[in-house]
């Protein structure tokens, strides 16, 4: 069974390798809206696959590095393309919560990524 959980964060950032004029070239901000799913077998005892307030307890320490913040200025972010914000938040929440199976990031309401760690 897969279980999700949503959070969403607010980021300042600007892409460095697009060419001039590009409009992503400038600071700018979005709201980030992230889900995250957890894959495993459903426990019978508690009827959960795991509990959604341990995911929360486990993700909003690394959700608060990013939220109001210049994503340029965090290491590993220096081109904070919405593919590489996902590898970032896939590492640091894996190696918290290993149920990880799956991140869906959007970066405006058109615009997203899906990563599964490969
Ligand atoms: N593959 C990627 N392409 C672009 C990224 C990215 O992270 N990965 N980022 C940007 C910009 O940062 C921008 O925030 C998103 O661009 P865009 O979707 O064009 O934004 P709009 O608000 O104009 O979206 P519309 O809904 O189409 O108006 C650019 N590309
Ligand atoms: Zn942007």
């Not at 894959?39 to 508690?46: R, T």
């Not at 486990?58 to 590489?84: F, M, Q, S, W, Y």
């Not at 590898?87 to 199976?101: A, H």
Request: with cysteine; net charge neutral.
């Amino acid at each position: 069974m897969i279980i999700c959980k949503h959070f969403s964060f607010d980021s300042a950032h600007f892409l460095p390798k697009v060419p001039e004029g590009h409009k992503c070239r400038g600071i700018h901000g979005h709201t980030y809206r992230l889900t995250l799913y957890f894959e495993g077998k459903l426990d019978n005892e508690f009827g959960w696959v795991m509990d959604f307030t341990d995911i929360k307890e486990a993700v909003n320490p690394i959700i608060e590095r990013v939220d109001h913040k210049l994503l340029n200025n965090i290491a590993g972010l220096e081109n904070p393309t919405c593919e590489h914000i996902a590898i970032w938040l896939w590492n640091k929440i894996k190696d918290k919560v290993p149920q990880l199976s799956r991140i869906r990031l959007y970066e405006t309401p058109t615009s997203g990524v899906v990563y599964e760690g490969v």
